[in-house]
C-alpha cells in the first residue's frame, strides 16, 4: 500500500482520486488479486489466473503442485490471451525469476517432444516436459538434442518422469556426451 494516504473505499489512506497514479496502482492490484485463486493442496504457493486456459488447465496445475510440494517453488498460472496466435508462457515461476511453459506429453515418440519444444520455445525460455507414458531414454536425449539446437533461447529444460524430475540446462543438452537416463530419475 502507498505511504501518505488517507482512507478511500479502495483501502488507500487518501481520498480516492480515479486519475491519481497511486489509486490507479491500488485498483490494478486489487483486479488483479480477485483475479487469481490459491490451488488447494500448494501451502498457498501456487495460484491460477481466472482466464487460464481451459485446455490444458488440468495438465498444468499438476505440474505446478508438484514444482510447489516438491520444491517449494511459488508458481502463478497464468491467464491465457483470448486472441488467436497469441502464445504465451503458462506460468511465471517466482521463485526462479522467469516465465515457463509447462507441456504434458501424452505420446511418447520424438516428434511430441520435437513439436512440444519447438511450441515451447515460442512461448518461454523455460520449459517444463512432463511425460505420462513409457520412456526411451535414448530417443529422448536424441529430440532434446537434436531441437535445442534449433531453438538457441531456450536456457532450461525440466523434465518430470513418474513424479522424478530432472533439470538441464542448454549447454548440458547441446553437449555431444549428452546423455538423458533412468538414473537421473531416481
Known amino acids: 500500500m502507498p505511504t501518505g494516504c488517507r482512507d478511500c473505499n479502495k483501502g488507500l489512506k487518501m481520498a480516492y482520486n480515479p486519475n ?49 510440494n516438491k520444491y517449494g ?12 496466435g ?10 526462479l525469476k522467469c516465465k515457463q511453459e509447462y507441456k504434458t506429453l501424452k505420446t511418447f515418440t520424438y516428434n511430441a517432444i520435437d513439436k512440444a519444444i519447438q511450441k515451447g520455445s515460442k512461448q518461454a525460455n523455460d520449459i517444463v516436459l512432463s511425460f505420462n507414458s513409457k ?14 539446437k534449433r531453438c538457441p533461447n531456450v536456457e532450461t529444460i525440466t523434465l518430470i518422469v513418474k513424479n522424478k524430475a530432472k533439470v538441464y540446462t542448454r549447454d548440458e543438452i547441446i553437449n555431444e556426451n549428452f546423455k538423458s537416463q533412468q538414473e537421473d530419475f531416481i
Not at 488447494?40 to 481451459?54: A, F, M, Q
Not at 517453488?73 to 488467436?84: A, E, M
Not at 497469441?86 to 521463485?95: H, L, P
Open 20 to 68: 491519481a497514479e497511486k489509486c490507479k496502482a491500488c485498483v490494478a492490484i486489487t483486479e488483479c488479486r480477485d483475479d487469481y485463486s490459491y490451488v488447494d493442496g500448494t501451502n498457498n504457493l501456487v495460484r491460477i489466473h481466472k482466464n487460464h486456459g481451459k485446455n490444458e488447465k488440468v495438465d498444468n496445475i499438476k505440474i505446478a503442485k508438484y514444482l510447489s
Open 86 to 95: 497469441i502464445k504465451e508462457a503458462d506460468t511465471y515461476n517466482y521463485t
Open 135 to 148: 520412456i526411451n531414454f535414448e530417443l529422448l536425449t536424441n529430440a532434446l538434442n537434436d531441437r535445442l
Open 73 to 84: 517453488y511459488k508458481i502463478d498460472l497464468l491467464s491465457i490471451p483470448q486472441k488467436q
